[in-house]
């Protein structure tokens, strides 16, 4: 899957990338809604949009939770830095430890004085210290680590918008 800045190389058109655009805001979004912003039958759009599926340009449709059901877990950003950076000792392992993890939304490579940037959501404080001390207190690959807590989400959004740029024209 092609990460932010990257090029999307493929059988992609403008079509394709108005129809991801659409999808990322509203996934159960019908082919007739669809029809109103992209100039194609409703038919057609069903067939681009099945085909985006099957060719892998759709990760995954997912249900974003009401911050209503959110609001009171606690949210953290940890930085890592690690003992190692080869990839075949320390890191890999920390990042499939943390990708098991089902608190931790976000796993970044960064580059800078750290290594990793982790999202973490926790019911409480008790649980955020125990996964704490799990997944970075008790590791080996992990040098040391630092955690921010979020005050406030103003905006939250996994969408990329996609523009010609992104897409080869067919």
């Known amino acids: ?20 655009n659409l999808l990322q805001q509203d996934a159960l979004a019908t082919a007739e ?20 599926r099957s060719e892998g340009w759709i990760a995954a449709d997912v ?7 959110t609001a009171r877990r606690l949210r953290a950003l940890v930085t890592v830095q690690v003992h190692e950076h080869d990839e075949t000792r ?4 920390l990042r499939e430890r943390l990708a098991a993890a089902d608190e931790v939304q976000m ?5 800078g004085a750290d290594d990793l940037a982790v999202l973490v959501c926790a019911r409480d404080m008790g649980h ?3 996964l704490a001390e799990r997944l970075f207190q008790n590791n080996p690959a992990v040098r040391r680590y630092q955690t921010s807590f979020v005050k ?19």
Request: glycine share 6%; aromatic share 2%.
């Open 1 to 20: 899957m092609a990460g932010c800045g990257m090029r999307i190389m493929g059988k992609l058109d403008r079509f394709d990338a108005q129809l991801l």
């Open 33 to 52: 809604t669809l029809a109103a912003s992209v100039p194609l039958s409703a038919s057609a759009i069903t067939r681009r949009v099945r085909r985006l």
């Open 63 to 69: 249900a974003l939770l009401a911050p209503r059901l």
């Open 90 to 93: 320390g890191i890999a392992a």
């Open 107 to 111: 796993i970044l490579d960064i580059a």
């Open 128 to 130: 955020y210290n125990e």
């Open 152 to 170: 406030r989400v103003h905006k939250q959004s996994a969408a990329t918008m996609l523009d010609g740029d992104d897409v080869r024209v067919e």
